[in-house]
C-alpha cells in the first residue's frame, strides 16, 4: 500500500519561504518521478514542480526561478523549496509520483495534500 507523509504547508507572508517535504512508502524501488501540483478553489490542478531519477526537471512557468525541487532517493522523498512566495501561490500542494514516468494512471499515485497559504 503507498502512503504519503507530507509536511511543511502553513501561512506565510508574501515575500517569505517555505519548504514542503514529501515521503512516500510501499514502493520497494526507486520512484522514476517525483514532484508536486497545487489546486486553488475554482481552479485545475497544475502542474509546479517534477524532478526524475536521471534529473529531469520541470518546472510551471509561474514558479520558476523561485521554486526548487529535490529529492532522496534512499528515501523515496521528495522536496519543494519555495522562496519570494506570492499571494497567488494559496493553494494546497499536493506530492505526486509516476512509478515508471510512462503517464499511467495504473502507476501514479497522489498524496493528501498540504496547504500553503500566502497573506499578510
Known amino acids: 500500500q503507498v502512503q504519503f507523509v507530507e509536511s511543511g504547508g502553513g501561512l506565510v507572508q508574501p515575500g517569505g519561504s517555505l519548504r514542503l517535504s514529501c515521503e512516500v512508502s510501499?514502493?520497494?524501488?526507486?520512484?522514476?518521478?517525483m514532484g508536486w501540483y497545487r489546486q486553488s478553489p475554482g481552479k485545475q490542478r497544475e502542474l509546479v514542480a517534477l524532478l526524475t531519477t536521471d534529473r529531469r526537471t520541470k518546472y510551471a512557468d509561474p514558479v520558476k526561478g523561485r521554486f526548487s525541487v529535490s529529492r532522496d532517493n534512499n528515501k523515496n522523498a521528495v522536496y519543494l523549496d519555495m522562496i519570494m512566495l506570492k499571494p497567488e501561490d494559496t493553494a494546497v500542494y499536493l506530492c505526486?509520483?509516476?512509478?515508471?514516468?510512462?503517464?499511467?494512471?495504473?502507476?501514479?499515485?497522489w498524496g493528501q495534500g498540504t496547504q500553503v497559504t500566502v497573506s499578510l
Open positions: 505526486h509520483v509516476d512509478l515508471y514516468g510512462r503517464g499511467s494512471e495504473d502507476f501514479r499515485y
Open positions: 510501499g514502493i520497494a524501488f526507486k520512484i522514476y518521478e
